[in-house]
């Protein structure tokens, strides 16, 4: 059984801030869990837009506070988000990410499961690493 706190997570290296500042990210399950999916709670800032491209991997997101939107570049079609609002990005969708009026809180699930030291490339996408050493050396 795994146990973790969200208060024992912020500091340490699950604590994973945007470069850009964007955004935060507490990683809960990573693949070395040996989960099959990786767990992540995330909050967006407010008035913050982030490209993003998950290209090697499939996410789903469930927003429990906050308010913001997602912009499906395929489609141009922009979807509020809030409270209760899920999103799965179930065709690797290019799409922004922006934060409203007031930060969002996300629950996000990736499958396969992240090591924990991904980072965005130039393209908004993670790369696909395949080993956890591989993941302490990228870092």
């Given at each position: 059984m795994i146990v973790k706190r969200l208060q024992d997570l912020i500091g340490t290296d699950a604590d994973v801030p945007a470069e850009n500042g964007n955004w935060v990210s507490r990683r809960f399950l990573l693949r070395k869990d040996g989960m099959g999916f990786s767990f992540h709670d995330t909050t967006i800032k407010a008035g913050t837009e982030t490209y993003i491209h998950y290209a090697n991997h499939l996410e789903a997101v469930y927003c429990v506070?906050?308010?913001g939107?997602?912009?499906?570049l395929e489609t141009g079609k922009i979807h509020k988000i809030s409270d209760g609002t899920m999103y799965a990005l179930n065709g690797h969708e290019r799409h922004l990410?922006?934060?409203g009026s007031e930060d969002m809180r996300m629950i996000c699930v990736f499958n396969p499961p992240l090591t924990g030291r991904?980072?965005?490339?130039?393209?908004?996408?993670y790369p696909l690493i395949e080993d956890d050493?591989?993941?302490?050396?990228?870092a």
């Amino acid at each position: 059984m795994i146990v973790k706190r969200l208060q024992d997570l912020i500091g340490t290296d699950a604590d994973v801030p945007a470069e850009n500042g964007n955004w935060v990210s507490r990683r809960f399950l990573l693949r070395k869990d040996g989960m099959g999916f990786s767990f992540h709670d995330t909050t967006i800032k407010a008035g913050t837009e982030t490209y993003i491209h998950y290209a090697n991997h499939l996410e789903a997101v469930y927003c429990v506070a906050g308010n913001g939107e997602i912009e499906d570049l395929e489609t141009g079609k922009i979807h509020k988000i809030s409270d209760g609002t899920m999103y799965a990005l179930n065709g690797h969708e290019r799409h922004l990410l922006r934060g409203g009026s007031e930060d969002m809180r996300m629950i996000c699930v990736f499958n396969p499961p992240l090591t924990g030291r991904e980072v965005h490339d130039e393209n908004g996408v993670y790369p696909l690493i395949e080993d956890d050493d591989e993941a302490t050396s990228a870092a």
